[in-house]
């Protein structure tokens, strides 16, 4: 009896295994989906940071985005949206010049630029997305030569 169970278990654990790969196996990664999520988050936090009440608190948000900067970049490279990985990098330059500001007005000034290309670099992706968007729903090209000499 004890077999039986333990036979049991194994075979369904297997095919919970097998299962597993085959759901993770049909997923799709989009870069630029990922780096405009991000750079929502980042431009979030930036706008948190300008409305914070004190300069500690703006940096905690800035910070914040930075780390968001730092963990999209691939995407951004993966992507192929070179203005909008421009415009992330030069919203990375302010955002750290604002962290190193001495006061609290320097760092918003610093904060207002950073927002600035955060903005410009949503921008940029949806403008790269909508330009290299295939009308089949997918990355894959097609050619017919029947239709395309009609």
Do not use: H, W
């Not at 006061?103 to 949806?126: G, P």
Request: proline share 0%; with cysteine.
């Amino acid at each position: 009896m004890k077999t039986y169970r333990r036979a049991v278990l194994i075979i369904a654990a297997a095919l919970g295994i097998l299962a597993l790969f085959m759901m993770a196996s049909f997923t799709t990664s989009n870069a630029c989906a990922f780096a405009n999520q991000y750079t929502e988050f980042i431009k979030d936090q930036t706008e948190l940071a300008l409305k914070a009440g004190d300069f500690e608190k703006s940096k905690y948000y800035v910070y914040k985005a930075l780390k968001g900067i730092d963990k999209t970049k691939n995407n951004f490279k993966n992507c192929g949206c070179d203005d909008a990985l421009e415009n992330i990098s030069e919203a990375e330059k302010s955002l750290k010049k604002a962290t190193k500001a001495n006061s609290f007005e320097d760092s918003k000034t610093f904060l207002q630029i950073a927002l600035k290309n955060t903005l410009n670099s949503i921008v940029a992706l949806d403008e790269f997305e909508n330009s290299n968007q295939s009308e089949y729903g997918d990355n894959l090209l097609v050619l017919n030569t029947k239709q395309s000499l009609k």
